[in-house]
């Protein structure tokens, strides 16, 4: 797992960019995020550590998916991603850990996450405004609550959901034990 401070600068630099490459100044995406201009600079800057609800909302003011910050913009290309160069990242504020499973030159256009949540924690996405897309969820242990705009999921073991992005999400672990769960996108 890549220490928090490189993550850190490591994150600025990548959100940063996605900023410039779309031509949106601080204030744009603040106003398409809701996260403030003062909290994108400190984020940008590697002052602070940004929770996966932040990244979720930055994403979503950016029209890209959580994977494109998250993985390590200097891995190689290669079909094969073998476990222990899969980037990680743990959000400071839930202990919600995040490994980017599938290969950078991935020819398949499918992205698998695996997420890995601490009992009595919950992470919560807003609808997202730009190049939304679906996602199907597979639970590998534990249980798992998943609210999708209004509708409302328990998964368990081996259970698996269609859904997008464009509806607010929320999971959470009611549980006593991790739970786990891959993610699984279709790149555009």
Same mark, same amino acid.
């Given at each position: 797992m890549m220490s928090d401070k490189f993550f850190d600068q490591e994150l600025g630099t990548r959100l940063q960019s996605l900023r410039a490459q779309q031509g949106l100044s601080l204030g744009a995406l603040a106003d398409r995020s809701g996260v403030s201009k003062t909290m994108i600079a400190r984020v940008e800057r590697a002052e602070s550590s940004a929770t996966a609800a932040l990244l979720g909302r930055l994403c979503?003011?950016?029209?890209? /998916?959580?994977?494109?910050?998250?993985?390590?913009? &200097? /891995? $190689?290309?290669? $079909?094969?991603? /073998?476990? $222990? &160069?899969? $980037?990680?990242? #743990?959000d400071p504020k839930t202990g919600y850990l995040r490994r980017q499973v599938s290969p950078p030159a991935a020819s398949s256009s499918l992205e698998i996450t695996e997420i890995t949540l601490p009992p009595g924690k919950k992470?919560?996405? #807003?609808?997202?405004t730009a190049n939304a897309y679906a996602q199907q969820i597979l639970v590998l242990s534990g249980e798992l609550h998943l609210r999708t705009g209004d509708e409302r999921f328990v998964l368990r073991k081996g259970d698996c959901l269609d859904f997008d992005v464009l509806r607010p999400n929320a999971f959470e672990n009611r549980g006593k034990t991790f739970g786990r769960y891959l993610i699984i996108i279709r790149k555009h």
């Open positions: 979503a003011g950016l029209g890209v /998916r959580l994977s494109s910050l998250i993985a390590a913009a &200097d /891995r $190689p290309a290669t $079909p094969l991603s /073998r476990f $222990p &160069d899969q $980037p990680v990242w #743990r992470v919560a996405y #807003r609808a997202w």
